[in-house]
Structures are given as structure tokens and as C-alpha cells.
């Protein structure tokens, strides 16, 4: 059975990817591709893989037990294919955020991950986005859902902390070095969420009239209604959103994400391959019809896949 890993990253549409398998589970599992979600891996599937509270992790023989055993039963049921999607186990935005560093602990985390699949993972997908345009909304986002405004110090940190995209990705390929690592950059798939699921299964997509846009980050004018007076400081970005750096800053973060794409256009070290699609709508076009207002209380879920802060 192929092993195929969406891993996000948060920020990236992943809520939406979500939504359109649960909508499509029927004619998905038709084709021989099993679809664990959020709703398989946050309910107890992976407990123990991880420490909580400062203890040892308990149960990682008990976490393989229960892989190898659920899919034994997807194979009973004719899958050949098993596609986990789940954003949360390179880490959450926001322990990026309180940290200033893109997802710090993804190696540990997915070396975790592979070893629960006997390290027969085929294939791993991870979406990227334009760095500053990535740090503004995982930053409104975790205000959003009540964490305090970083200080200009901290937003300082963010935009001339190096670690870019490449670093994330060797980690990512460190850590499970038996995996095809496929990199899509979000401009080409934010919306087409059919477009993701042909190239992590190289299957036909289930075919789709319904927009999808859920999870987005809260916009300038949600921040200020929740804030209150602490508000007073946010910048706008003349668009409607919060803009937390400096044009400086937002240049510097520019600029590793420039190095990132030449790196990865470049072969990436043989670590991993760029994802080319000549049919996706350019940025500022690509977003569905429907409520492009829909924020953080639209998510799919509240449990939680082990966090790593």
C-alpha cells in the first residue's frame, strides 16, 4: 500500500483540501484511496507519540500497533492507497510564531511519523507560501484565536531569522529519507483543491463546482473588533488585512523565499521536486467564489494532533 503524506503547511489551504475530501469520500474511496483526516489522526490515532506535560512518550509501539492495524482494514476494503492529510504534524503556526522560526521541530516530529509507518512512507506533499505573506496570516491567525500581538522585537526576529523554506524542506527529507518529497508552491493550487489531490495520488479528481475558502485568516477589521483599544497598532496593508512588518522587513522575507524558489528550481540537492502545473490561475485569480470572509471559526475541527509548543 502506498503511504502518501499531505503535511500541509498551515497557512496554505489545507482546511479547504480537508473540506473537499470529506465532500468527495465516496467516489475517492471507489478509486482505492483511503483518506485519513484530521478526524482519524487528532482522535487518538498517534496518542503517544509525542511527550506531554514534560513526561516520556508512552506508546509508540501502541501508536504502530494501531497504524499497521487500521490499515490492514483499509487494505480488507480494497484501498491501495492511504492519503493522511493532516497540517499538524510538522508542528503548529503557533509554535512558529512564538518561536520566530518556520516550523522548528518538523524533523523530529516526521522522523516520528515515518518510524509509525515502518518507514514505508511513499510520498510526502508540502505546500509552500511566499514567506512574508506566510508569516502575516499565521500571525493573525493565532491573534486571532486570542494569542497576544508580538512586540516589534519578536516581528523583528521574524523577518531576519534565515531559516527559509529550504531549511524546513531538508529537514522534512532528513527525516524520512525513503520518502518522494513534492513541494507545491500555494499560488498554484489555493482553490484547486482537486488540482492537490491528482498530484499526491496521480489519480482523476473528483470533479467540483463548490468554491472553497475556509479557515482564512481574520482581516484587519476582525482584529480591531476583538481587540478593543490594544488594536491601536495594527498596520493595514491597504487591502483590508493586517501587515505586521516594515517594507524592509517584508523585502528581507521576500528575499529568502526568492533564494528558496531558485534552490528548488534548481534540483533542490535531490532532495525534493518542485510541483509544476500549467494549467494554474496566477495569484490574485485563483481564490473560489463564495465568502471570502469566512475566518478562523469556519475551521474543521478543534481537536488537536500533537503540538509541539
Keep these: 500500500m502506498d503511504i502518501l503524506l499531505h503535511v500541509g503547511a498551515h497557512r496554505t489551504g489545507t482546511t479547504s483540501f480537508q473540506r473537499y ?10 478509486q482505492g484511496t483511503c483518506v485519513w483526516g484530521p478526524r482519524q489522526t487528532r482522535g487518538g490515532l498517534f496518542a503517544g507519540l509525542f ?11 501502541l501508536v504502530n500497533g494501531r497504524v ?10 480494497g484501498a491501495d492507497q492511504l492519503l493522511i492529510s493532516d497540517e499538524n504534524m510538522i508542528g503548529s503556526a503557533r509554535h512558529s510564531v512564538r518561536s520566530g522560526r518556520l516550523f522548528p521541530a518538523i524533523g523530529e516530529r516526521m522522523a516520528r511519523f515515518g518510524a509509525s509507518f515502518g518507514g514505508r512512507v511513499t510520498q510526502v506533499v508540502l505546500t509552500i507560501r511566499q514567506t ?29 531569522d534565515r531559516r527559509g523554506w529550504r531549511d524546513v524542506i531538508t529537514d522534512l527529507a532528513c527525516a524520512l529519507p525513503e520518502a518522494k518529497i513534492s513541494i507545491a ?3 498554484d493550487y489555493a482553490g484547486r483543491p482537486d488540482a492537490l489531490f491528482t498530484q499526491l495520488t496521480g489519480r482523476a479528481a473528483p470533479a467540483t463546482t463548490q468554491g472553497y475558502w475556509l479557515n482564512r485568516r481574520p482581516d484587519e477589521a476582525s482584529l480591531r473588533a476583538q481587540m478593543g483599544p490594544a488594536a491601536a497598532g495594527l498596520r493595514s496593508d491597504g487591502l483590508g488585512n493586517w501587515h505586521p512588518f516594515s517594507d524592509a522587513q517584508a523585502a528581507a522575507l521576500r528575499e529568502t523565499y526568492a533564494d528558496d524558489l531558485f534552490w528548488l528550481t534548481a534540483g533542490a540537492d535531490g532532495l525534493a521536486t518542485l510541483t509544476e502545473t500549467s494549467t494554474a490561475p496566477r495569484a490574485g485569480t485563483s481564490w473560489p467564489d463564495g465568502d471570502r470572509r469566512k475566518g478562523h471559526h469556519h475551521d474543521s475541527g478543534q481537536r488537536k494532533l500533537a503540538q509541539s509548543g
Aim: charged share 20%; net charge negative.
Design 21 to 30: 475530501l470529506a465532500d468527495h469520500a465516496d467516489p475517492i474511496a471507489a
Design 51 to 61: 511527550p506531554a506535560s514534560g513526561m516520556l512518550a508512552s506508546g509508540p509501539n
Design 68 to 77: 499497521s492495524l487500521l490499515m490492514g482494514k483499509a487494505r480488507d476494503l
Design 132 to 160: 512574508d505573506h506566510w508569516w502575516a496570516s499565521a500571525l493573525a491567525y493565532t491573534v486571532g484565536r486570542g494569542h497576544p500581538v508580538p512586540d516589534a522585537d519578536q516581528i523583528a526576529r521574524i523577518a531576519h
Design 185 to 187: 508552491r500555494y499560488d
